[in-house]
C-alpha cells in the first residue's frame, strides 16, 4: 500500500485499496457464506461480512502487484502494451495465477484456510491440495478486474 500510495499517486492507492478492497470484500466474503472455505480463527472482522479483514485486503495486495508487473511488462516489450484491454486482464490473471499456484498450497498446508467438504479426490482435481476449482474463481476474479482497469486505462490515452 505504501509503495502504491508513494510511487503511483492518491487516484491508484484509491484504487487498489479502496476499489479492490470493496471486490475483495464482497468476493472473500462470499466465497466463506457459500462455504467453499472456512477462515474461523481470524480476529478481526467487519459487521455483516463472514470473511476476515486480513483476507478481504488480501485481495488488493493481490491486484495491485499483478498490475505493477503487467505495467512494467507493458512499458518494456511495446507489443504487450498495444494489446487490447481484454488482453490485459488475462495477462494479469496470469500473473495472478502464478501468486497464487505457490501462495494456496502453503496457506492450505499452514491451516489458513480450509476448503469445504464437498471439494473431495472424488469429484475435484486438486494442486498441491486446492481443488482447481480455486484457481478458476481467481483467474475470473483477477480477469474481470484487469480487464476493467486496463479498459480505462486505456481509454485515458485514447485507444
Known amino acids: 500500500a505504501l509503495h502504491c500510495l508513494a510511487f503511483q499517486g492518491w487516484k491508484k492507492f484509491l484504487i487498489f485499496f479502496g476499489v479492490a478492497f470493496v471486490y475483495g470484500m464482497v ?3 462470499s466465497g466463506v457464506t457459500m462455504g467453499f472455505f472456512f477462515e474461523d480463527h481470524y480476529h ?4 455483516g461480512f463472514s470473511a476476515p479483514v ?3 485486503f488480501g485481495w488488493s ?3 495491485y502487484p499483478c498490475v505493477f508487473l503487467l505495467d512494467g511488462l507493458r512499458r518494456g ?3 504487450i502494451g498495444k494489446r487490447s484491454f481484454p488482453w ?3 495477462l494479469a490473471a496470469l500473473i495472478a495465477l502464478s501468486f497464487d499456484a505457490l501462495i494456496d498450497p502453503f496457506a492450505t498446508d499452514f491451516g489458513l484456510w480450509v476448503w469445504s467438504g464437498a471439494y473431495h479426490r472424488g469429484n475435484s482435481l486438486y494442486w498441491f491440495g486446492v481443488p482447481l476449482v480455486n484457481f478458476v474463481s481467481w ?3 483477477l480477469f474481470t478486474f484487469g480487464g476493467a482497469y486496463y479498459y480505462f486505462e486505456l481509454k485515458k490515452t485514447g485507444r
Open 44 to 47: 478481526l472482522y467487519l459487521p
Open 61 to 63: 495486495t493481490v491486484f
Open 139 to 141: 483467474f475470473t476474479a
Open 54 to 56: 486480513a483476507t478481504m
Open 77 to 79: 516489450i511495446p507489443a
Open 88 to 90: 490485459q486482464g488475462l
Open 27 to 29: 468476493l472473500e466474503s
